[in-house]
């Protein structure tokens, strides 16, 4: 690719970028309208498009009716809607049940400064018949009609509390088991996280649970390589890379450690990474936000690559080091944080424990593993330092938004 072909490229995908976001905010927009009472299904229903109604009806899986006109659609819908409450709600997980409490113990109508949620998340309820975005009185809020109170309040009973709470549960440690291992096959799923397994309709279950969960929580992702972790940039590679090591089991971890690993905002710790924020807060001018990014990011790539010299290359994109010795004991906390890293190639276990049990290729670091322009330091003109914007490509591969992904 020559330099006018890579600049035309550029180009396109700027344009792509910026076209994606006028849709995105074109989608917001069409969020808010002033609701008119009454505030039953047919009055949000009507005000939705042929494919807004279609969607619903997916959701809800009601392929029989997929033929019908759309005010044919809306009112079979008001009618079935209701009756799935329960069914829907069987599969939510905490937070889910408790945006829907909030809204009913507002009387079917909370504004979005009480109860701010992004824009994929009020889809999710809008998609499934139960809450609307609109405007009361020119004010943002979120609607539950008067049918789904009606449901809602007789279907929530301690037989759903029980299903929320394994959901939760269910959820929680499939992020975290994704954490950990990147990608694996729901099978491997089902022997580390469902406890007392009754057979097929366990799995059965579990499998709905989580396929419902993917489009509220985004770091559940699939395909026909499996369940993947979101910020995961080839699946099917890390799934091949993996299957090389068919001599190496899954690591092992507590019922515990799972679900601290997938709950929201998780930021894993360990001595090497204190470290090596210690390190970056002492001798480079960095704000205690940057610091943090800068560390997830070269975790991320860790995961991603593992190729150290691709750490050091983003390091000395966003660093200026002030000396060689400097820059030397930089790569030496990239080296701990490197050996010391739970790796999705290596199902979870870090190269020093991979080291103990197996002869692998991925051995621990030292520091002649680096290449010599980064063992010498090469020093970035503090001017080229920048921080990535949020609507950048993420540096890691991943090929999704900075926001989205290492930056999220």
């Not at 505030?39 to 899986?61: H, P, Q, V």
């Amino acid at each position: 690719m020559n330099a006018e072909e890579k600049i035309k490229l550029v180009e396109a995908l700027e344009k792509l970028k910026e076209d994606c976001e006028k849709r995105r905010q074109k989608r917001i927009d069409g969020l808010w309208r002033e609701i008119v009472p009454p505030n039953n299904l047919a009055s949000f229903l009507n005000e939705l498009t042929k494919a807004e109604i279609d969607e619903i009806r997916k959701k809800l899986e009601l392929k029989s009716i997929s033929k019908l006109k759309k005010q044919e659609l809306i009112e079979v819908l008001i009618k079935l809607i209701p009756e799935e409450v329960r069914e829907t709600i069987d599969f939510f997980d905490v937070e889910r049940y408790n945006i829907a409490k909030i809204i009913y113990n507002g009387g079917g109508f909370v504004t979005t400064d009480k109860l701010p949620l992004d824009i994929e998340k009020i889809e999710f309820f809008k998609s499934h018949g139960l809450i609307f975005p609109g405007l009361k009185q020119g004010v943002k809020g979120l609607f539950m009609p008067t049918e789904i109170m009606e449901a809602f309040v007789e279907f929530d009973d301690s037989t759903v509390q029980k299903s929320i709470q394994r959901n939760e549960e269910w959820i929680g440690l499939t992020k975290g088991a994704l954490f950990y291992y990147g990608i694996t096959d729901v099978y491997t799923l089902e022997k580390i996280i469902i406890e007392d397994n009754k057979g097929n309709e366990d799995l059965k279950k579990y499998i709905q649970v989580i396929n419902k969960a993917m489009t509220y929580h985004k770091e559940i992702c699939h395909n026909k390589e499996g369940y993947y972790y979101y910020s995961v940039g080839d699946s099917k590679e890390l799934a091949q890379r993996q299957e090389m090591r068919s001599n190496l089991d899954y690591y092992s971890f507590t019922k515990e450690q799972l679900l601290k690993a997938g709950a929201k905002g998780y930021v894993e710790q360990t001595p090497e990474i204190n470290d090596f924020i210690a390190f970056l807060n002492k001798h480079y001018r960095l704000s205690i936000e940057e610091s943090e990014e800068i560390l997830q990011q070269c975790i991320t790539l860790i995961k991603i690559s593992g190729d150290h010299n691709v750490i050091m290359d983003y390091l000395q994109e966003r660093l200026t080091s002030p000396t060689l010795e400097i820059t030397q004991q930089l790569v030496g906390k990239v080296t701990d944080i490197y050996n010391n890293t739970r790796m999705w190639e290596l199902k979870g276990h870090t190269p020093v424990e991979v080291s103990r049990i197996i002869e692998d290729p991925i051995k621990p670091l030292v520091i002649d593993d680096f290449s010599t322009e980064h063992k010498q330091g090469k020093v970035i003109d503090l001017n080229k330092h920048r921080k990535i914007g949020r609507n950048e490509a993420c540096p890691c591969g991943s090929n999704k938004k900075h926001k989205k992904c290492c930056g999220k």
